[in-house]
């Protein structure tokens, strides 16, 4: 870890205090670089969107793939104020960023009631076990386009 990403680390950590302060959702901020120079920041939005996927990482990704016009983060680094949630861990694999820095950890956004480890048990459980229901319909309908996909000469695979 180098000074530079402390100081990329410290806006993060800003973001997530300038976010709770507008009361724009939980104390979360996240920055992403490339090449030295921040091309995008967000925080948390939830509770001022109404919208559950407003996590601070997730603003930044979508504000950096906006910016690059891609929907890979090849070459970036994103520093987060907080371990990323899983839904967060998804989306950053998706991006395929190079490096994710975090400060607080899970057990640190547990202590202040952002716990996320009944979404860790519920993905070790079998489908039929989960406290929300998964109900498979029309499986074959939707196959069918998967196959179309799958033959699709001018797809851009990702």
């Known amino acids: ?6 100081y990329f680390m410290r ?3 800003a973001l997530s205090a300038e976010g709770m302060n507008a009361n724009a959702g939980g ?5 992403i670089v490339k090449n030295d120079e921040i091309i995008a920041e967000g925080y948390n939005r939830v509770t001022s969107t109404n919208d559950p996927t ?15 016009g ?16 899983p839904m967060c861990l998804g989306a950053i694999y998706w991006a395929r960023p190079k490096q ?3 400060a607080c950890d899970r057990e640190d956004a547990a202590a202040i009631q952002f716990d996320d480890q009944f979404i860790y048990d519920e993905l070790k459980k079998d489908m039929g076990d ?3 229901k998964f109900v498979s319909l029309l499986r074959k309908e939707g ?9 699709k000469s001018n797809k851009t695979a990702y």
């Open 100 to 102: 994710v820095f975090f």
């Open 130 to 132: 989960r406290e929300i």
């Open 143 to 151: 196959v069918k386009v998967f196959e179309q996909w799958a033959h």
């Open 27 to 31: 104390p979360f901020g996240a920055v």
């Open 11 to 13: 806006r993060a950590i």
């Open 1 to 6: 870890m180098t000074e530079r990403d402390e």
């Open 70 to 85: 891609t929907f890979q983060l090849d070459d970036c680094t994103i520093y987060t104020s907080c371990e990323p949630c």
């Open 54 to 68: 407003a996590h601070a990482e997730v603003v930044a990704i979508r504000r950096a793939c906006e910016k690059l």
